[in-house]
């Protein structure tokens, strides 16, 4: 990668070892990137392996589902970078338990960093975007988000709520030139380092391969938007 101080800007939140940090490096081919999540040494040290191969990232530290930290991150993110023309909300948390093992607390949360983070971040891209004519809102989704299995109590509910506001944003912006889309990744991600007990490395979704979906959508020709999108394992079952 080559840095360009004066390519556009991109947002990843939610950002882990997993497809955040595939998306992050995907994107950062072509765009100055913003990778936000919890942990402060986390992105630290993903932005300067970004960095370190030619591009331009920059981590920051934030809990998605508090406000005023949302809306600090992002006027950090407009000062340091620009305003985006990209935002990708890939956080998401569980707990997985049925009604009778979930407790409120969990239930709020499970709400706040799946779908509350989701309305915080586009309500600080969208403005912008409208006055630019243009951008683009990519969601990642779940399974539960479509169909809820009984250990779902919180995080389906959670899911469903972004699922729908992805489709009222597509509805309303779309027609203002902002596409919208919500990606439904229905198996297990395969995390380098993290083990899942009965699986094989083909049972599993390949980061690097979801994030090529992810490019693929951000950049389509608006005569053939994508709105709403699944990826699985060849194997999967549905």
């Given at each position: 990668?080559?840095?360009?101080?004066?390519?556009?800007?991109?947002?990843?939140?939610?950002?882990?070892?997993?497809?955040?940090?595939a998306l992050a490096r995907r994107f950062a081919e072509?765009?100055?990137?913003?990778?936000?999540?919890?942990?402060?040494?986390?992105?630290?040290?993903?932005?300067?392996?970004?960095?370190?191969?030619?591009?331009?990232?920059?981590?920051?530290?934030?809990?998605?589902?508090?406000?005023?930290?949302?809306?600090?991150?992002?006027?950090?993110?407009?000062?340091?970078?620009?305003?985006?023309?990209?935002?990708?909300?890939?956080?998401?948390?569980?707990?997985?338990?049925?009604?009778?093992?979930?407790?409120?607390?969990?239930?709020?949360?499970?709400?706040?960093?799946?779908?509350?983070?989701?309305?915080?971040?586009?309500?600080?891209?969208?403005?912008?975007?409208?006055?630019?004519?243009?951008?683009?809102?990519?969601?990642?989704?779940?399974?539960?988000?479509?169909?809820?299995?009984?250990?779902?109590?919180?995080?389906?509910?959670?899911?469903?709520?972004?699922?729908?506001?992805?489709?009222?944003?597509?509805?309303?912006?779309?027609?203002?030139?902002?596409?919208?889309?919500?990606?439904?990744?229905?198996?297990?991600i395969d995390i380098q380092g993290r083990s899942f007990?009965?699986?094989?490395?083909?049972?599993?979704?390949?980061?690097?391969?979801?994030?090529?979906?992810?490019?693929?959508?951000?950049?389509?020709?608006?005569?053939?938007?994508?709105?709403?999108?699944?990826?699985?394992?060849?194997?999967?079952?549905?």
């Amino acid at each position: 990668m080559k840095e360009n101080t004066q390519a556009p800007v991109a947002t990843v939140v939610g950002v882990g070892p997993g497809l955040g940090a595939a998306l992050a490096r995907r994107f950062a081919e072509k765009y100055r990137v913003a990778i936000l999540a919890r942990s402060a040494d986390y992105v630290s040290k993903l932005g300067a392996e970004i960095r370190a191969a030619g591009g331009h990232a920059a981590g920051i530290a934030a809990d998605v589902g508090d406000e005023k930290q949302v809306a600090a991150a992002f006027d950090r993110i407009r000062r340091e970078l620009g305003s985006p023309e990209i935002l990708i909300y890939n956080a998401g948390t569980g707990p997985f338990g049925s009604l009778a093992e979930v407790s409120p607390e969990q239930f709020e949360n499970c709400w706040r960093i799946n779908a509350f983070g989701a309305f915080l971040c586009a309500k600080q891209v969208v403005p912008d975007m409208l006055a630019r004519g243009g951008g683009v809102v990519l969601f990642t989704g779940a399974t539960a988000g479509v169909k809820a299995g009984p250990r779902s109590a919180a995080f389906g509910p959670a899911k469903f709520a972004l699922r729908g506001l992805a489709q009222s944003m597509a509805r309303d912006l779309g027609p203002r030139g902002i596409h919208v889309a919500h990606i439904n990744v229905d198996g297990v991600i395969d995390i380098q380092g993290r083990s899942f007990p009965g699986l094989k490395e083909e049972d599993m979704l390949k980061p690097e391969a979801i994030a090529e979906t992810y490019w693929h959508l951000a950049h389509q020709h608006r005569s053939a938007w994508t709105m709403e999108l699944e990826v699985r394992p060849f194997k999967e079952k549905f």
